[in-house]
């Protein structure tokens, strides 16, 4: 049986490797060798003695200041809000959630007030709407939702339930309602403007109700003279519009100027 000349098998096994495999095998190398003394220099030396972290950690933990109390502090002055949050939608959520850090009022409950959420953009955090929040978790769309009223004007953060019932328009006229939400006419009530008979509940299309038929009606509040909100847009009826009723132009479920 002939010799095997390995050596000649192991340089023809080496030009068929591509340059690119050699140079990667090398890097690789040189990386798998520095990493021993780099491992020594850069993790520190109480890693892995109770766990996942530096044990030192719980020290620099320690030495940190305070600025929570807890929630347990919070109960042994509030017991009224403790009472009624116990018994709403969130009970298990903590109060510096919302007020934030509160171990200063604790300590100086006069001087130090925990501030209460007022702004639009905080309770969407959780109460925006979110296809993949669970069924059921109470969801809305900030952009229409009684935008121009922080959400605490309507709802008891503590018990943060609906502040009233679905009107009746509502139930046949979401869309109209929806609309409404998102202008500025969001806090007229419908029959401000409509006079709906008692029949149109039950005959809505053989009872319908009244619209404005005046542009004197819309000048109630949008007239120069009109003793309104001063906020409110003014026009003067006499040369705005010609002689066209105010709602020809104006959608007045939602009556942006054009």
């Known amino acids: 049986m002939p010799d095997v000349d390995w050596n000649s098998k192991l340089a023809g096994l080496r030009n068929r490797i591509p340059e690119q495999i ?24 109480d890693f892995g003695e109770h766990g996942h972290y530096r044990t030192s950690a719980l020290d620099d933990a320690a030495a940190m200041p305070l600025v929570y109390a807890g929630q347990v502090v919070c109960n042994d002055c509030h017991d009224d809000i403790v009472d009624l949050k116990g018994h709403g939608y969130h009970v298990n959520l903590s109060c510096e959630i919302c007020h934030g850090a509160a171990l200063g009022h604790t300590e100086n409950p006069d001087s130090i007030i925990p501030p209460a959420p007022r702004d639009r953009g905080y309770c969407p955090i959780c109460h925006e709407y979110n296809e993949s ?21 309507c709802h008891n953060p503590h018990d943060p339930v609906p502040p009233e019932t679905p009107k009746e328009c509502t139930a046949c006229h979401a869309a109209i ?3 409404k939400e998102a202008s500025h006419h969001v806090y007229l009530e419908c029959t401000r403007c409509h006079d709906a008979p008692a029949e149109h509940r039950v005959a809505p299309r053989e009872h319908r109700p009244s619209k404005p038929t005046t542009r004197e009606f819309c000048g109630e509040c949008h007239a120069r003279d009109a003793e309104s909100d001063p906020d409110i847009p003014r026009v003067d009826l006499e040369t705005h519009g010609e002689r066209y009723v105010c709602w020809q132009c104006h959608y007045p479920h939602n009556p942006e100027a054009k």
């Not at 929040?133 to 004007?153: D, M």
């Open 22 to 45: 050699k140079r990667l095998v090398i890097v690789l190398a040189v990386v798998i060798v520095a990493f021993v003394p780099a491992r020594r220099l850069l993790v520190p030396a």
């Open 133 to 153: 929040r669970p069924t059921g978790f109470p969801q809305i769309l900030s952009v229409s939702h009684n935008p121009l009223k922080p959400c605490i004007s």
């Open 177 to 179: 309602a929806h609309s």
